[in-house]
Nanobody
Framework: QVQPVESGGGLVQAGGSLRLSCIAS????????MGWYRQAPGKQRELVAT???????YYPDSVKGRFAISRDNGKNTVYLQMNSLKPEDTAVYYC?????????WGQGTEVTVSS
């Protein structure tokens, strides 16, 4: 069983930065993918970034160049550095771990970007 736990959300002004962290408890070894999704009020959950166990990353166009995902395999931790934040980045951000054919979700951390 893997349990991701997010931290680092909060309130920030437009143009500011935040760094989210996610520690995944349990057995994480071999090939896996860690990542972040977000869900804004009234909208569908959307992918923000992913990183594989060999550090290949993916970003959708909406955050490319502003967000950076990284991981520390020794600590089972994934980070999301968010720069140049916009009000439309306001959402609950969820950490996700994909391993062994299973997907594990965290409870989410709220990010609010004021204009």
């Amino acid at each position: 069983q893997v349990q991701p736990v997010e931290s680092g959300g909060g309130l920030v002004q437009a143009g500011g930065s935040l760094r989210l962290s996610c520690i995944a408890s349990g057995s994480i070894f071999g090939g896996n993918v860690m990542g972040w999704y977000r869900q804004a009020p009234g909208k569908q959950r959307e992918l923000v970034a992913t990183i594989t166990s060999d550090n290949s990353t993916y970003y959708p166009d909406s955050v490319k160049g502003r967000f950076a995902i990284s991981r520390d395999n020794g600590k089972n931790t994934v980070y999301l550095q968010m720069n140049s934040l916009k009000p439309e980045d306001t959402a609950v951000y969820y950490c996700v771990v994909l391993i062994g054919g299973y997907t594990y979700w965290g409870q989410g951390t709220e990010v609010t970007v004021s204009s």
